[in-house]
T-cell receptor, first 113, second 114 residues
């Protein structure tokens, strides 16, 4: 069965620091999809990125970057030069082809000015 | 704005009552998902519909039911409510029923059972 583990429950950093959010997944399928979502204090869930199991290229989008490593079943998310607006709960999620998304428990990031 | 509309935003009701949560998916999306978010359980998948048909069921209680109508909007019915049903209920939609299609979430309905 699919499973996502986000071991970091809460992280607190000072503005402009870099921070990495860890995500480890379990799946028996060779085809699967990984996602990151952001939930700011306002409560909505915002889609950030999707990665499929055949594409291990790292991705960078502005201050955000993602490191996908199949060898360690990890899909980590790094925020460079963090800002107060980055404060949110971040969720990693996994889908095995046709199955609905399974979410990790989330990591609450607090960026202090 | 995700394009997914959920109503109402807040709902306060008493134990034993029944409520209906409503969701309008993004224009063009055929799949609708319902998730429950609580502090202890995190984000739990409840049920999925695709073009009017039930596609997948998660840990949805028998007291809960859902449906997707011909115009693709969906309703989640919660009955015989208990204190433990208090949670944030999210609806999400996607273009297809495949797992590679990102889900776009509404702002949620916060249910408080007193």
């Amino acid at each position: 069965a699919q499973k996502v583990t986000q071991a970091q429950t809460e992280i607190s950093v000072v503005e402009k620091e870099d921070v990495t959010l860890d995500c480890v997944y379990e799946t028996r399928d060779t085809t699967y999809y990984l996602f990151w979502y952001k939930q700011p204090p306002s409560g909505e869930l915002v889609f950030l990125i999707r990665r499929n199991s055949f594409d291990e290229q790292n991705e960078i989008s502005g201050r955000y970057s993602w490191n996908f490593q199949k060898s360690t079943s990890s899909f980590n998310f790094t925020i460079t030069a963090s800002q107060v607006v980055d404060s949110a709960v971040y969720f990693c999620a996994l889908s095995e082809g046709n199955t609905p998304l399974v979410f990790g428990k989330g990591t609450r990031l607090s960026v202090i000015a | 704005d995700s394009g997914v509309t959920q109503t109402p935003k807040h709902l306060i009701t008493a134990t034993g009552q029944r409520v209906t949560l409503r969701c309008s998916p993004r224009s063009g999306d055929l799949s609708v998902y319902w998730y429950q978010q609580s502090l202890d359980q995190g984000l739990q998948f409840l049920i999925q519909y695709y073009n009017g048909e039930e596609r997948a069921k998660g840990n949805i209680l028998e007291r809960f039911s859902a449906q997707q109508f011909p115009d693709l909007h969906s309703e989640l019915n919660l009955s015989s409510l208990e204190l433990g049903d208090s949670a944030l209920y999210f609806c999400a939609s996607s273009l297809s029923d495949r797992g590679n299609s990102p889900l776009h979430f509404g702002n949620g309905t916060r249910l408080t059972v007193t």
